[in-house]
């Protein structure tokens, strides 16, 4: 089991006093980690000086937590990951979830969970924010569950219930946040994350598998780190940014077909394959990292405080 106490003994060292006891966490996925230069009274402190934390590995990930202040007037304290840990970098899940049980002790009652994310849902066009409602996390199914071993923490739940994953109260702040930045509609999508463990992209097959399980969105983030902020009893609010669409091509235009007309002198219009990069991830990340911002601290501008620092759903 992880030594917390090493970890926030680091952090009473290195943050002020003001900062030390932030009420909102904020995880900045790919190409978002802009989202932490709205904070005043910012004080970084990188991943390694603090015992437990791992690396970032991943471009478009920092290595560092920002403390600081959010949001209008005296503004909220917030602790942000300028990056996270992936389990596809070769991290083990329980150091990708040391972060969140490091500001659950901090004593952050609500997270913010952000992500780059491909489209399943063909309505969803790449720059939609999706407030995730539910998740489908196949390797939760399958074993690769952050929960999983001995219990280690004999006041929090053994068997957690996850239908109320997602605080119905965070989602609708979003949409009231929306609104009073008179934000366009069509801005913001609602929808089910499906959780993969990379680093591949998905298949044709694989994304008309997910699709028809109904996923919206897919990514190879944010499940982990969900399970664990629950387990600790924070409320959960997940958006995610479409960078792209997930190739799902219904007809698959016969190779046979193309060579033989090749073949015979026809003229044949060959087809080129779609694919998806994280550099094209990282520049939608760059071009609506700014919405994002808006929206984030909106949101914790209108988290009621004393909501904040009770468990709701
Ligand atoms: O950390 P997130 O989930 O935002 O990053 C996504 C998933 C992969 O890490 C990467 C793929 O481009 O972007
Ligand atoms: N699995 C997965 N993760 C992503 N992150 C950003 N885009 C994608 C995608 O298309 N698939």
Request: with cysteine; hydrophobic share 45%; aromatic share 6%.
């Amino acid at each position: 089991m992880a030594d917390f106490s090493a970890t926030l003994q680091v952090l009473k060292e290195l943050v002020p006093p003001a900062l030390q006891n932030p009420r909102v966490g904020i995880i900045c996925g790919s190409g978002l980690s802009g989202l932490a230069a709205t904070l005043r009274q910012t004080v970084l402190v990188p991943y390694d000086r603090l015992p437990g934390f791992v690396q970032s590995t991943v471009p478009g990930h920092k290595s560092s937590l920002a403390f600081g202040l959010m949001g209008s007037g005296g503004g909220v304290p917030v602790i942000a990951m300028l990056g996270r840990f992936h389990p596809y970098e070769g991290h083990r899940l329980s150091s990708v979830v040391f972060p969140v049980r490091v500001m659950a002790k901090m004593g952050v009652n609500d997270i913010i969970i952000t992500n780059a994310a491909g489209a399943l849902n063909p309505e969803l066009a790449v720059g939609t924010i999706v407030v995730v409602h539910d998740h489908i996390a196949l390797p939760n199914l399958t074993g690769m569950n952050p929960l999983l071993g001995p219990q280690t923490n004999l006041s929090l739940p053994r068997f957690l219930p996850l239908s109320d994953a997602y605080s119905r109260l965070l989602r609708k702040l979003v949409f009231r946040a929306a609104h009073d930045l008179s934000i366009k509609r069509d801005a913001l999508a609602e929808g089910t994350y499906a959780w993969v463990s990379g680093p591949t992209y998905e298949t044709p097959a694989e994304g008309r598998f997910l699709r028809a399980a109904g996923a919206d969105v897919v990514g190879m983030s944010t499940v982990p780190e969900v399970l664990a902020a629950r387990e600790e009893g924070m409320n959960v609010l997940v958006l995610s940014l479409v960078t792209n669409a997930v190739v799902i091509p219904m007809d698959y235009r016969s190779v046979r077909d193309e060579f033989e007309a090749e073949n015979t002198g026809m003229s044949a219009t060959s087809v080129v394959d779609e694919v998806v990069s994280h550099e094209e991830v990282l520049a939608l990340g760059k071009l609506k990292g700014d919405l994002m911002k808006t929206i984030v601290e909106k949101v914790i501008d209108l988290i009621p405080s004393d909501v904040s620092m009770s468990v709701q759903n």
